[in-house]
T-cell receptor, first 115, second 112 residues
Framework: GAGVSQSPSNKVTEKGKDVELRCDPI?????LYWYRQRLGQGLEFLIY????????KSGLPSDRFSAERTGESVSTLTIQRTQQEDSAVYLC?????????????FGPGTRLLVL | TQLLEQSPQFLSIQEGENLTVYCNSS?????LQWYRQEPGEGPVLLVT?????EVKKLKRLTFQFGDARKDSSLHITAAQPGDTGLYLC????????????FGTGTQLKVEL
């Protein structure tokens, strides 16, 4: 089927507003990851979901960031009270199994601009 | 603190030239991956190396994992404009679970 999809593709918001980003992983993939990528830079790990296990939230930069995943399907990343430094591309990836050697398949990302 | 440093940060070359991109760390990785990312898209996996000293070839691309599993290199022979993109290395730290630590990235431009 289709690859990882993300929506919206672009989001412009005002400082202080909340935003919600959506990720639809590849069907059957048990692991789902969120990353942040600032302009021209590498990816910064945010959070990881694996099946029904407790998510690894160690990369979330502040308590304004949260994410949820329903079973092995859609995930949403929520940023509350957005700040200008939150402007970045937010990438979602999924993999069939959990494991450091597993191939992660990335979505096209959501470009967030906080004015 | 950036665990994985890539060099060079930017590289602009002519078609047909060879190039090498380096990915260095003071940490030991159980495996290391290389990705290429084009504008407006997510990264796409090129290769995974898991054994110290391992060399993998993918057409004109040669990937090497350092003996101590702290560094890696990507060599491109006879670069083509289609090789243009952001190259990212990413490593799984020993005992770090499933998280990948990404490098700082190398932006490659190959001109005609």
């Amino acid at each position: 089927g289709a690859g990882v999809s993300q929506s919206p593709s672009n989001k412009v918001t005002e400082k202080g507003k909340d935003v919600e980003l959506r990720c639809d992983p590849i069907s059957g993939h048990t692991a789902l990851y969120w990353y942040r990528q600032r302009l021209g830079q590498g990816l910064e790990f945010l959070i990881y979901f694996q099946g029904n296990s407790a998510p690894d939230k160690s990369g979330l930069p502040s308590d304004r960031f949260s994410a949820e995943r329903t079973g092995e399907s859609v995930s949403t990343l929520t940023i509350q009270r957005t700040q200008q430094e939150d402007s970045a591309v937010y990438l979602c990836a999924s993999s069939l199994l959990a494991g450091e050697r597993e191939t992660q398949y990335f979505g096209p990302g959501t470009r967030l601009l906080v004015l | 603190t950036q665990l994985l440093e890539q060099s060079p940060q930017f590289l602009s070359i002519q078609e047909g030239e060879n190039l090498t991109v380096y990915c260095n760390s003071s940490s030991v990785f159980s495996s290391l991956q290389w990705y290429r990312q084009e504008p407006g898209e997510g990264p796409v996996l090129l290769v995974t190396v898991v054994t110290g000293g391992e060399v993998k070839k993918l057409k004109r691309l040669t990937f090497q994992f350092g003996d101590a599993r702290k560094d890696s290199s990507l060599h491109i022979t006879a670069a083509q404009p289609g090789d243009t993109g952001l190259y990212l290395c990413a490593g799984a730290l020993t005992g770090g679970g499933n998280k990948l630590t990404f490098g700082t990235g190398t932006q490659l431009k190959v001109e005609l």
